[in-house]
């Protein structure tokens, strides 16, 4: 009989589960706890206890201060809470934004700003000039996130309350577009907020510890609640100056979860309308079956290279590289991803202003790659110089293009030893060129929306001893043509110049220049998100600029 | 349980906890990757990175760091995670209540369900019941918490749609003021059941999944305690008495066999705060075990430290709370390390 007392227990166990689930969903939100991490809500909010609200899994951590985030996370939260100067278009323009129109001086190092009037920040204090020179000397002092964009910026002063007036110390073609990166912070909120104590001197610890979980701009959205590793609660801010879509969500969330059946899981209740860019392809088709899901395929400014280091054998002979850059098999490659994924042409992704479609492309040549390979210094000894290809461990799917690789380059000979290596070695190894492998498989984002920026951070010496750069080019004629190209002032020029430069790029061969990265996100088919019609930028974190998007449930 | 056993055991505590701090702080400076240039970004200007690193004393001999870590660590100073980038000790505080709180629960599941099952087991030895509870214990030991965790992820919210599949509250819900850090603790202080509901309902699948491990071990520990004193003469003794089966079971026969429960309970309640970091990922729990995980995989050495040595002083003061009930259950050990010890 005892045993029927434990098998009650069990049913009683049973029946508490079944109770939460068929519980309603009764409780009512309590007062707020004085917490850090809840942020009192000010005048110009909506009240509404039925508000629309946008979801967005992404993958922690999220840096909401403008002077630390630069991530995709981080970038996506930003163009919500912060206005910008101006705003980047979906071809690679720019429009007036905060700055109603601008002027250049001749010589191209002067630029001054007319600021729009009347635009409030989140606390109704009016937005002006001196906001904007705090906002670029705290990003300059501080350093970190997009602060690299504007180390050849000299001074920024106000010349009036709504004239601002940038000085750089060399021109450069890319001032103007690099301030969709520099996010407008209320000075006087953020100095009220500051610390005494901290790294930057006077300046204390630049509110730093009090940004990292409330915002100063005066952008859409404001946020109301941000938990570490769980989630970030922003709230329309009525006060906005620029329109919302109709049904553009009244709240948008951020939440920190990547994981595979999490996510299924709360597509399938509704409870995400917008999941993570980084699902597997696996993940993804599951994700696809479910009703009234469908899956995005966005163009991005990232590219996928099997980065060859130029300096060690046999990957220092350009005729070797040439060999497997005939070799691979960019078909297979590109049918392992996404529907929508395209072969790279040339050594910037498609999507960049300034890109040269008229490039030279390789494709699979088994003929070619063997000529290649009879003329390399290494090729009656090509056995006794295996080629160590390394992928990232944290990223699984680079796998299979480096075992892909290793069977292309066994049909000309080629030995291939294939490594799976943590992210942290990976940015170890490729830190000294003794430590470099052969090649290194990485995807490479661009920050900007040109072919300039990513030239640089790729093939430029300033960035050899990063992970950016596997290749070693170390190449001072290429530095000073890339560096020529970006203080060129004429855009049309510039352009040109870049054109030239990917060309000399993909003669030298130092990259498997393998497919433009699709960044694929699965989504609600009552969200209306204009990224998947290719309307927004492709810069990092606007696929998310919530104002233009809207929700039909 | 003499207080002299204590004060040594305490002392004992404070150089293990020196010693796992030593282990720690050289293995995670091992590790590969600057953990500045990591943080900051691959493009940052390397005078930020110089002056983080200064600022973090990154540039002195090992030996240096440490004194300088340990110097704050003693003033509850575990300097900046670099990760979320403010002080180690407010994330400790932020996050050590949510795993805790998770470890409870787990605790609870743990405990009701071995000593259930392994009495039952023990009762009906190699009959029907206690074969059926050796496969699901065999299966809970073998199965790794985070398989348990998707198991009941995708059947109590993504089939049945019981449970909330994530977090510690429902959206649009607030939390309750802090005083424990506990959601459902702190919600029944203020007396508010809706929310301690469904906190309740957020925290069955996260402590189910860690428990199950625990609890299936723990009742084989049990039935196996128990049915070796059932051979014990006392036992006997008392059936030749008449007393009645029940009372043998509980009073001559629970007690003496909970005794490497107990041990093996205390030591599954301190593990299971540090593996909880995969059922906390996929519950979108936010605990100490994610965040200790997170700051490995960054490299967030403070963090990492900060972390571990947290773990160990709950490992610590469980060990010595598990010798104190242990005492309890059985005199002998008590008597014996008043006397020896």
């Known amino acids: ?553 | 349980m003499s207080v002299i056993f204590l004060a040594k055991r305490l002392v004992h505590s404070v150089f293990v906890l020196l010693g796992l701090s030593i282990v720690i702080f050289l293995i995670a400076r091992i590790v590969p990757g600057d953990p500045v240039r990591l943080a900051v970004g691959a493009r940052a200007p390397q005078w930020v990175v110089d002056n983080m690193r200064e600022h973090m004393h990154l540039n002195e001999p090992l030996h240096i760091q440490y004194g300088y870590w340990l110097r704050d660590a003693l003033q509850g100073d575990f300097g900046i995670s670099l990760v979320t980038r403010r002080g180690v000790a407010k994330d400790i505080r932020e996050f050590l209540p949510a795993t805790f709180e998770l470890a409870l629960y787990s605790l609870f599941i743990s405990v009701t369900g071995a000593l259930s099952f392994g009495i039952i087991s023990a009762r009906y030895k190699d009959r029907w019941a206690d074969n059926v509870i050796r496969i699901f214990s065999y299966l809970g030991v073998v199965t790794p918490s985070f398989v348990f965790a998707i198991i009941f992820l995708l059947i109590f919210a993504f089939v049945l749609d019981w449970l909330p599949a994530i977090g510690r509250l429902s959206n649009g819900l607030t939390l309750p003021p802090r005083v424990t850090g506990m959601v459902t603790i702190d919600a029944l202080l203020i007396g508010d059941f809706n929310v301690f509901w469904d906190a309740f309902k957020h925290i069955i699948m996260p402590a189910l999944s860690l428990a199950m491990g625990s609890m299936a071990q723990e009742a084989r520990i049990t039935r196996a305690s128990m049915a070796d004193n059932l051979t014990k003469d006392y036992i006997a003794s008392a059936r030749a008495l008449g007393v009645s089966e029940s009372l043998v079971m509980r009073r001559f026969l629970l007690k003496p066999s909970l005794i490497p429960t107990v041990s093996i309970l205390g030591l599954d309640f301190a593990a299971g705060m540090g593996n909880a970091f995969l059922v906390e990922l996929i519950f979108n729990w936010p605990g100490l075990s994610r965040y200790g995980m997170n700051a490995m995989l960054s490299k967030d050495l403070n963090a990492i430290s900060a972390v571990i040595l947290t773990f160990g002083v709950v490992f610590v003061v469980v060990n010595i709370c598990v010798d104190i009930v242990v005492g309890q259950l059985d005199p002998r050990i008590r008597l014996s390390t008043a006397k020896g010890d």
Request: hydrophobic share 40%; charged share 20%; proline share 5%.
């Open chain 1, 1 to 553: 009989m005892k045993s029927f007392k434990y098998l009650s227990m069990l049913l009683v166990l049973m029946l508490l589960l079944t109770a939460c689930g068929q519980a309603k969903e009764t409780a009512s939100p309590v007062a707020a706890p004085p917490d850090t991490t809840t942020v009192e809500v000010p005048a110009g909010t909506e009240t509404s206890a039925d508000k629309s609200q946008l979801q967005v899994a992404y993958s922690w951590p999220v840096y909401i201060d403008p002077a630390v985030g630069s991530d995709e996370a981080s970038s996506s939260a930003l163009v919500n809470m912060y206005d910008t100067l101006i705003f980047p278009t979906s071809d690679g323009n720019v429009i007036p934004w905060l700055a109603e129109s601008w002027e250049t001086s001749d010589d191209g190092l002067t630029l001054i700003f007319h600021l729009r009037q009347g635009v409030q920040f989140h606390d109704g204090s009016e937005l002006q000039a001196s906001d904007v020179v705090y906002s670029f000397n705290r990003l300059k002092t501080i350093g970190e996130g997009y602060g690299y964009l504007y180390t050849s910026v000299a001074s920024a002063t106000t010349v009036d309350d709504y004239t601002v007036e940038f000085i750089q110390n060399e021109a450069s073609g890319l001032f103007l577009p690099s301030l969709v990166r520099l996010f407008i912070l209320n000075e006087d909120l953020v100095r009220a907020n500051t610390a005494a104590e901290g790294a930057y001197g006077e300046a204390g610890d630049y509110g730093k510890t009090w940004l990292l979980i409330n915002d100063a701009g005066s952008g859409p959205y404001q946020v109301t609640e941000f938990q570490l590793e769980e989630y970030l609660l922003m709230e329309k801010y009525t006060g906005w100056w620029g329109e919302f879509v109709e049904n553009a969500p009244d709240q948008v969330r951020f939440v920190a979860t990547t994981e595979a059946a999490t996510i299924r899981t709360l597509m399938s209740s509704g409870e995400i309308d917008i999941s993570d860019a980084w699902q597997s392809i696996e993940s993804l088709e599951n994700l696809d079956e479910l009703d009234g899901v469908s899956i995005a395929a966005l163009p991005t400014f990232s590219e996928f290279y099997f980065m060859m280091n130029t300096r060690i054998p046999p990957t220092d002979d350009i005729n070797c590289r040439r060999a497997m850059a005939y070799a691979f098999d960019y078909d297979t490659a590109i049918s392992l991803e996404w529907p929508g994924t395209q072969q790279s042409k040339g050594p910037v992704p498609a999507a960049l202003g300034g890109h040269n479609p008229d490039v030279f492309v390789f494709s699979r040549d088994l003929a070619k790659a063997a000529e290649e390979l009879a003329q390399c210094q290494y090729a009656d000894s090509i056995a006794v110089y295996p080629v160590q290809i390394h992928w990232v461990s944290e990223v699984p799917d680079e796998e299979k293009f480096a075992l892909l690789f290793q069977a292309n380059m066994a049909e000309i000979g080629i030995p291939v030893e294939v490594f799976s290596t943590p992210w942290l070695s990976v940015v170890e190894n490729t830190g000294a060129q003794e430590t470099s492998p052969h090649i290194v498989t990485i995807y490479v984002s661009a920050d900007l929306p040109e072919a300039g920026p990513m030239l640089k951070q790729r093939y430029h010496s300033s960035s050899a001893a990063t992970w950016s750069q596997n290749e070693w080019l170390l190449d001072e004629t290429l530095d000073a043509a890339i560096d020529d190209a970006l203080s060129t002032i004429d855009t049309t020029e510039r352009f040109a110049k870049y054109a030239e430069l990917q060309s000399q790029l993909v003669d030298l061969s130092p990259s498997l220049f393998v497919y433009d990265q699709v960044q694929k996100n699965a989504y609600q088919d009552y969200i209306d998100w204009p990224a998947v019609r290719g309307e927004t930028s492709a810069l990092l974190g606007y696929f998310y600029f919530a104002p233009e998007i809207s929700i039909n449930k």
